[in-house]
């Protein structure tokens, strides 16, 4: 066995093929309820199989779930998404036109905002009113070495330039609903009641509609989406979760008002594996009788691997990918715990910050705290766990890449006028099909990789994974191919209908530390092309290191 290498058995045959598919061990994003019958063989060399199971319907993929996240935080908000009205930089109402004009397209269906740890200590009222009152506060991100000694910048001491208004404007100039995280930390829930107040009483109804509309915006915004705090266990408050249960239930009571828009509060849940976290604060919240109160349970996770952002080894790459499919277990483990309190699984899932967190050696601007490169590797990671989300349409509701720009895991870097896509964006725009559409089973079953971790321990991954959709007669598969060096030539099987034509759109990369610069934006970029196809089996291979979307229209 050696690092980074696949692990390639002779092909398979047909029996061998049909044992994996019962369980003896490759990778398998779904089981089949009864078993499989023989298909016909299109691909002599196939050594990997897909079957999509059209009427193993899982849920509804909320769009919800290709959610994105700005925070106050280095170069996110300001050089980012806000660059100023008088900015030389094309601008829209002060906001970066080449942003909004690159997200329409991928319909990024929410945006949550101000934070992040920046929300725990941000006070709403600052941000609103005529621009020359607002005033200069100290951010939270000061403490950060990487922002203190760079002097007196917007990252450090907040101009609150953009605030209520100017981010609600950016959410209706990219069609997103927004997400506002409330600061439970250092305000009380007052605040926080008239900051709703603030966003939705009608035009003409209370003192704090009419600063509003004297801001511009008569109509209320309609915000439906709150979060109650942020990382409750650590900036948000340092709270046990049996405190922290106390907060919620006080913010989320009842009495807050709706002004006719159906409010969905999302409690900040715990940090990766923390399954105690849930548990105990699921029962606290029980002994308050406020389970009913809470529409989604936040959770986080950061995957991250030796190495940095461009610089990394074979071990790095499969390290990063490993740690990113943890997503998985995170899912279901927290969805166990949720249910021995929420028996009918009222309270969904919401990942509202999840990604890639390398060394910061590769920001493109030195106030760009945390700000960091994006290869194919990280384009991968997207994949892999935008498709983890799919195949629990039925738990996660709502999920927010971290951060948008400029920041981790980006789908956009910027700086003045300069401006480039990521290979993430890539993939979020080939993921966009899935918005919505109707998650059926997916069983992969491929060779998986395998290689020498830390302390000399053996680790492995699966070769190949993925997750399909119907809208329609228009099936979406969407692939990745975990191994560093073996294509896989795969025979592709849907039950429950046939195949009328297939467009494949592939991300991949020649070289696996290339990276999308102002200089050379296109270096990774999708390619489309038809693939022939007809009856119910295509063979296909999928090229190393990359992410594919297949989309197959069925025939009547
Ligand atoms: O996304 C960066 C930071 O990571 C957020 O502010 C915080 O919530 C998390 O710890």
């Given at each position: 066995?050696?690092?980074?290498?696949?692990?390639?058995?002779?092909r398979?045959?047909?029996?061998?093929?049909?044992?994996?598919?019962?369980?003896?061990?490759?990778?398998?994003?779904?089981?089949?309820?009864?078993?499989?019958?023989?298909?016909?063989?299109?691909?002599?060399?196939?050594?990997?199989?897909?079957?999509?199971?059209?009427?193993?319907?899982?849920?509804?993929?909320?769009?919800?779930?290709?959610?994105?996240f700005?925070?106050?935080?280095?170069?996110?908000?300001?050089?980012?998404?806000?660059?100023?009205?008088?900015?030389?930089?094309?601008?829209?109402?002060?906001?970066r036109?080449?942003?909004?004009?690159?997200?329409?397209?991928?319909?990024?269906?929410?945006?949550?905002?101000?934070?992040?740890?920046?929300?725990?200590?941000?006070?709403?009222?600052?941000?609103?009113?005529?621009?020359?009152?607002?005033?200069?506060?100290?951010?939270?991100?000061?403490?950060?070495?990487?922002?203190?000694?760079l002097?007196?910048?917007?990252?450090?001491?907040?101009?609150?330039?953009?605030?209520?208004?100017?981010?609600?404007?950016?959410?209706?100039?990219?069609?997103?609903?927004?997400?506002?995280?409330?600061?439970?930390?250092?305000?009380?829930?007052?605040?926080?009641?008239?900051?709703?107040?603030?966003?939705?009483?009608p035009?003409?109804?209370?003192?704090?509609?009419?600063?509003?509309?004297?801001?511009?915006?008569?109509?209320?915004?309609?915000?439906?989406?709150?979060?109650?705090?942020?990382?409750?266990?650590?900036?948000?408050?340092?709270?046990?979760?049996?405190?922290?249960?106390?907060?919620?239930?006080?913010?989320?009571?009842?009495?807050?008002?709706?002004?006719?828009?159906?409010?969905?509060?999302?409690?900040?849940?715990?940090?990766?594996?923390?399954?105690?976290?849930?548990?105990?604060?699921?029962?606290?919240?029980?002994?308050?009788?406020?389970?009913?109160?809470?529409?989604?349970?936040?959770?986080?996770?950061?995957c991250?691997?030796?190495?940095?952002?461009?610089?990394?080894?074979?071990?790095?790459?499969?390290?990063?990918l490993?740690?990113?499919?943890?997503?998985?277990?995170?899912?279901?483990?927290?969805?166990?715990?949720?249910?021995?309190?929420?028996?009918?699984?009222?309270?969904?899932?919401?990942?509202?910050?999840?990604?890639?967190?390398?060394?910061?050696?590769?920001?493109?601007?030195?106030a760009h705290?945390?700000?960091?490169?994006?290869?194919?590797?990280?384009?991968?990671?997207?994949?892999?766990?935008?498709?983890?989300?799919?195949?629990?349409?039925?738990?996660?509701?709502?999920?927010?890449?971290?951060?948008?720009i400029?920041?981790?895991?980006?789908?956009?870097?910027?700086?003045?006028?300069?401006?480039?896509?990521?290979?993430?964006?890539?993939?979020?725009?080939?993921?966009?099909?899935?918005?919505?559409?109707?998650?059926?089973?997916?069983?992969?079953?491929?060779?998986?990789?395998?290689?020498?971790?830390?302390?000399?321990?053996?680790?492995?991954?699966?070769?190949?994974?993925?997750?399909?959709?119907?809208?329609?007669?228009?099936?979406?598969?969407?692939?990745?191919?975990?191994?560093?060096?073996?294509?896989?030539?795969?025979?592709?099987?849907?039950?429950?209908?046939?195949?009328?034509?297939?467009?494949?759109?592939?991300?991949?990369?020649?070289?696996?530390?290339?990276?999308?610069?102002?200089?050379?934006?296109?270096?990774?970029?999708?390619v489309?092309?038809?693939?022939?196809?007809?009856?119910?089996?295509?063979?296909?291979?999928?090229?190393?290191?990359?992410?594919?979307?297949?989309?197959?229209?069925?025939?009547?």
């Amino acid at each position: 066995m050696r690092n980074g290498t696949d692990d390639r058995p002779p092909r398979l045959r047909r029996r061998e093929f049909m044992g994996l598919l019962a369980g003896a061990g490759a990778a398998v994003a779904g089981m089949p309820r009864r078993p499989l019958r023989a298909w016909s063989r299109v691909a002599a060399q196939a050594d990997s199989r897909i079957e999509i199971l059209l009427d193993e319907s899982i849920a509804t993929i909320a769009p919800e779930v290709y959610g994105h996240f700005v925070e106050h935080l280095g170069g996110v908000i300001y050089d980012g998404v806000w660059v100023g009205e008088d900015s030389p930089v094309a601008n829209i109402g002060g906001i970066r036109r080449a942003l909004v004009e690159a997200l329409k397209p991928i319909g990024p269906a929410v945006m949550r905002w101000p934070g992040g740890c920046f929300a725990d200590a941000y006070d709403w009222r600052d941000g609103v009113g005529p621009q020359e009152r607002r005033p200069r506060r100290t951010n939270t991100w000061e403490n950060d070495r990487g922002i203190r000694d760079l002097g007196t910048i917007p990252q450090r001491f907040e101009p609150n330039a953009f605030g209520t208004n100017e981010f609600l404007r950016f959410c209706r100039l990219i069609g997103a609903q927004p997400y506002l995280a409330a600061n439970v930390r250092t305000l009380p829930a007052q605040v926080f009641h008239e900051w709703v107040e603030y966003c939705n009483s009608p035009a003409g109804s209370t003192t704090w509609s009419g600063v509003r509309a004297a801001g511009g915006d008569p109509d209320p915004f309609g915000v439906r989406y709150w979060g109650v705090g942020n990382e409750s266990w650590g900036c948000g408050g340092n709270f046990t979760p049996e405190e922290y249960a106390g907060e919620f239930r006080r913010f989320s009571t009842w009495a807050v008002p709706t002004y006719g828009a159906e409010l969905s509060f999302i409690g900040a849940g715990p940090s990766g594996g923390d399954v105690d976290w849930t548990r105990r604060f699921f029962r606290a919240l029980r002994e308050r009788n406020a389970v009913g109160s809470m529409w989604g349970w936040a959770l986080h996770h950061y995957c991250s691997a030796g190495g940095e952002a461009v610089a990394y080894t074979d071990v790095d790459w499969y390290d990063l990918l490993a740690s990113a499919d943890r997503m998985e277990s995170l899912i279901t483990d927290h969805w166990q715990v949720m249910r021995e309190v929420d028996r009918e699984h009222r309270v969904k899932l919401v990942v509202d910050e999840w990604g890639a967190w390398h060394k910061m050696t590769t920001n493109v601007a030195p106030a760009h705290l945390f700000g960091q490169q994006s290869t194919i590797r990280d384009a991968l990671v997207a994949g892999l766990t935008l498709d983890t989300f799919n195949r629990h349409a039925d738990k996660v509701a709502m999920a927010n890449l971290a951060q948008l720009i400029n920041c981790l895991h980006s789908l956009f870097l910027a700086d003045g006028d300069r401006f480039v896509l990521t290979p993430t964006y890539h993939v979020f725009a080939m993921y966009a099909a899935h918005q919505g559409g109707q998650a059926v089973r997916t069983v992969v079953s491929a060779p998986g990789v395998h290689w020498t971790g830390e302390r000399d321990a053996p680790r492995s991954l699966w070769g190949l994974n993925g997750s399909s959709s119907l809208t329609g007669r228009r099936l979406t598969l969407t692939v990745t191919n975990s191994s560093l060096t073996a294509p896989r030539e795969t025979e592709i099987a849907v039950r429950g209908g046939t195949l009328r034509s297939v467009v494949a759109t592939t991300l991949a990369a020649t070289d696996v530390h290339a990276v999308n610069t102002f200089e050379q934006p296109n270096r990774i970029v999708s390619v489309t092309k038809n693939v022939a196809a007809s009856g119910r089996v295509l063979a296909y291979t999928f090229p190393a290191a990359s992410v594919t979307k297949l989309e197959i229209t069925l025939g009547g």
